[in-house]
């Protein structure tokens, strides 16, 4: 098993790579400044590390090009985890609602 705190020289690198792979492979987030567009490790906890991605689009979040470009955000994350051979956390928590 390898533990999780051995893996955190990889999180800078892996922010940075994030941001990149964002901003090269999804033409639909805003990457000029005029808004946020941020990759920052923000927590740690004992089995996995917390990193916020927030980005904005240029399309309005109620059409079928706005889930495309939030499904190409997704996949942009994982070619990055992937190229720095870095998982994601399984759930801890299970909320159900009735």
């Given amino acids: 098993m390898i533990r999780p705190f051995i893996l955190l020289d990889k999180i800078p690198d892996l922010?940075?790579?994030i941001r990149d792979e964002i901003a090269t492979s999804c033409p639909?987030?805003?990457?000029?400044?005029s808004r946020v567009?941020?990759?920052r490790w923000?927590?740690?906890?004992?089995?996995?590390?917390?990193v916020l991605v927030d980005c904005r689009l240029r399309n309005p979040p109620s059409c079928e090009t706005y889930y495309e470009a939030r499904q190409g955000i997704?996949?942009?994350i994982a070619r990055a985890a992937r190229r720095k051979k870095v998982g994601f956390?399984?759930?801890t928590e299970l909320n159900i609602r009735k």
């Avoid at 639909?28 to 400044?33: L, S």
């Avoid at 923000?42 to 917390?50: E, I, Q, T």
Wanted: aromatic share 8%; with cysteine; net charge negative.
């Fill in 74 to 76: 997704l996949e942009a």
């Fill in 42 to 50: 923000v927590d740690f906890c004992a089995d996995h590390v917390k």
């Fill in 89 to 91: 956390a399984m759930p």
């Fill in 15 to 17: 922010c940075s790579d």
């Fill in 37 to 39: 567009f941020r990759v």
């Fill in 28 to 33: 639909k987030v805003i990457t000029d400044g």
